[in-house]
């Protein structure tokens, strides 16, 4: 089992790549947080980022740390946009601002894409580039056990059993 400790060091060691692959200078504050109510919600929060007082507060109960890290990469991401600017320029953070604000849907963009990669590249270089993962189709890279068991298919269609067309849950 992985603990807050595991979260912790991850984030550690992750943080100057990170710093450096972004370019920013201003540091940010972290939180690690556990909250029973957010946990039982399927759509909890992850993750947010405070502009203002420059913190990152992560959400940790029941995730994998790995999980953890990606939230903590693309919070990292809005702190860079922040320090270089980006929300002078925000509009308010009510619900369906993603949807609604195109400067801040842009940022949005920036964030998933910029941090998911970031710990994908961090990953393969912490590795050394020793581990493939998805080498070849999906298929081929999960045991046929798992790849049968249950797949959601286009339009969320479920238990195809593998046939063409078909994502691993």
Same mark, same amino acid.
């Given at each position: 089992m992985h603990t807050k400790n595991t979260i912790h060091e991850l984030i550690r060691e992750f943080y100057p790549y990170a710093k450096e692959k972004m370019g920013f200078k201003q540091p940010c504050k972290v939180f690690l947080r556990e909250d029973a109510d957010n946990y039982s919600d399927p759509?909890?929060?992850? #993750?947010?980022? !405070?502009?203002?007082?420059? =913190?990152?507060?992560?959400?940790t109960q029941g995730r994998h740390p790995k999980d953890v890290l990606r939230s903590f990469?693309?919070?990292?991401?809005?702190?860079?946009?922040?320090c270089r600017g980006d929300f002078a320029d925000m509009g308010p953070t009510t619900e369906g601002? #993603?949807?609604? !604000?195109k400067h801040l849907r =842009?940022?949005?963009k920036e964030a998933y894409l910029e941090g998911n990669l970031?710990?994908?590249d961090w990953c393969d270089t912490r590795n050394g580039l020793k581990q493939h993962r998805g080498m070849g189709s999906i298929a081929g890279s999960i045991p046929q056990?798992?790849?049968?068991?249950d797949w959601v298919g286009p339009a969320g269609v479920r238990k195809n059993?593998?046939?063409?067309?078909?994502?691993?849950?």
């Amino acid at each position: 089992m992985h603990t807050k400790n595991t979260i912790h060091e991850l984030i550690r060691e992750f943080y100057p790549y990170a710093k450096e692959k972004m370019g920013f200078k201003q540091p940010c504050k972290v939180f690690l947080r556990e909250d029973a109510d957010n946990y039982s919600d399927p759509l909890g929060k992850t #993750a947010y980022y !405070d502009p203002n007082s420059r =913190e990152i507060h992560l959400y940790t109960q029941g995730r994998h740390p790995k999980d953890v890290l990606r939230s903590f990469s693309h919070e990292l991401v809005h702190h860079a946009q922040n320090c270089r600017g980006d929300f002078a320029d925000m509009g308010p953070t009510t619900e369906g601002y #993603a949807q609604t !604000d195109k400067h801040l849907r =842009e940022m949005e963009k920036e964030a998933y894409l910029e941090g998911n990669l970031m710990v994908r590249d961090w990953c393969d270089t912490r590795n050394g580039l020793k581990q493939h993962r998805g080498m070849g189709s999906i298929a081929g890279s999960i045991p046929q056990a798992d790849r049968d068991s249950d797949w959601v298919g286009p339009a969320g269609v479920r238990k195809n059993n593998g046939k063409s067309g078909g994502w691993p849950t």
